[in-house]
DNA sequence: CTGAAAGCGCTAACAC
DNA sequence: GTGTTAGCGCTTTCAG
């Protein structure tokens, strides 16, 4: 392995020369800093990282934890890697790896934190996560930089990143009903989620605000699948009469329900509309492109990533919480 | 930060036996081993991987090379998710992390191997790397233990995955020639990959074999995105008369011809079959059920893990390539 | 302008 | 059974 020693015997200097080169730290005389530079390209070295690590205590890599990928349904890869293409871009630009570590969704026993209490990554972004098993209060006792996207915790002093989705659901419910329609089934995420209940609560103030009522089943379980999708709209099909819109908490559950549309011969939009959440990248490619509601996902990566950032650099830093607003995507969808 | 020492002063012990007791290493007394146990839970101690690692000179950890999720033309993310869950399992099961690592498509100075070279990682594994800018003479030269996925190096000393891209057209070509189809026209990916220039040759090989002409404008250019397969679309249009059915090179092109075709009222597959390759998620929900070439993704990344870590653990060990057979996907885009 | 020495947390060879 | 000591590659303080 080449170090710093090496590069210095060859270049014969001493190595803390070399270290004042590569980090421009204190005078160097020209002719030295070019023969250490020159020695450096020839033997190809690099900096060793973990030396620096053990030594500045801060390794330069950021954690993101993520459910496991054959496990994540709840709004499928993509959703994950716009988050994703977020982080890493603000990541690169500070100089920031990014370490990947995935759970198993609903393990009590998952261990959130390890790749930080390892010191393998300076802080975490925590995808989605499982707020059943999560133990928030490690969080704010070991002062884990950390930050959460698309739940959020109770504690105040934990950073967190979301979008609108109460507003959301509000804003596409209340479009639907400028257009006339009335009787409006929703299906609804897994139970437990945040985002479930804000979704399913803009839904229904919209409804209630316009003085429309909600039979109970018009609320229809789901768990963010597309197979939850097909399911729910078996059950609807059953229905005397059929609703006149059907809106979904995600965009994978309104893929079901147009597959199982399909099959009844039941026309999207003419006999049904039929709404999504997300904006994933299918959405606008299924016939007939799907409404839907869009998250700013890449820009919601990015803030938490600068957060984290921050928080990592100057712990003292406040937690920061951010929410984002959505936007309504309309397509063919919808009459 | 907690360290040996501190669990060691704790427990009223040499941090030497720390070490022992969470090393299984040496004779601990039983009760010394059990006091230790729980100082190091109550101090809620993790061993410092920064240390281990310089020590050891490993860091538990595989790189994974990847293009920048936004430039991910040529399969989609989901393409490289389904590797990387193969590549994350094994990974997990050998107590190795994941690095990710993006670099910026077509940038001759992407420095693929940066992450091995500082240390950060034991190993890499390049997905589909592009071979124009990818210096391999430093992967045997400099020993890196190192994997590529997708593509296929010349140099024998170079571990590779692939998939049987000539065996998959050849076969889906010589289905469709058995179902009495005789006009087919090939959309091509990127020129300068080798998937491309199999795919393709699988096709006029299965063409030849059974003495069907393809004429020049019957081969058309794209790059694997869904715009090129839009593009190539329209071009097809144009001709005086409609293939009899379109191969696409990826399943992404397929969708594009397909949203192309619906706009001009061409019906698949009762005017024209369409066939893509990769088998991504979407391919079976949209309408009609694309037929494709399934590549078994999850397992070649997780063989590609294996061979990797072989070769960390092993340096001598030899390197492996391993090309994994395809799987035709029949559905109803075709007659 | 350049260098020597100490120490980050861990492991491993060697004493007691 | 338990402890001592040296050293991995780097940064940093203090000398010259």
Redo the contacts with the bound molecule.
Sequence with gaps: ?V???EVAKKAG?????V??VL?NK????KE?REKVLKTVKALNYY??H???A????KVNTIGIVIPEPPNVPVHGMEYYNMLMQGVDRFAIMHNYDILLSTYKQNDPKADYYRLYFQRKVDGLILFIPDMRCLDMNQIVKKKIPCVIIGERPIDHHISYIDSENFDGMYRVTEYLISRGVKKIAFIMGKPYMRNTIDRVNGFLKAMEKNGLPVPDYYIIKGDYTIISGITAMKKIILYKELPEAIICSNDHMAMGVLSEAKKAKIRIPEDMSLVGFDDINIAALIDPPLSTVRQPLFDMGFKASEILFKKIENPLHDCEIKVFPVELVLRKSII
Excluded: C, D, H
């Design positions: 392995m170090t710093q020693v200097v001493s190595f803390i020369t270290y004042r980090n204190g005078y160097v005389k030295t900096p060793n973990i030396g620096q053990l030594r500045k205590k």
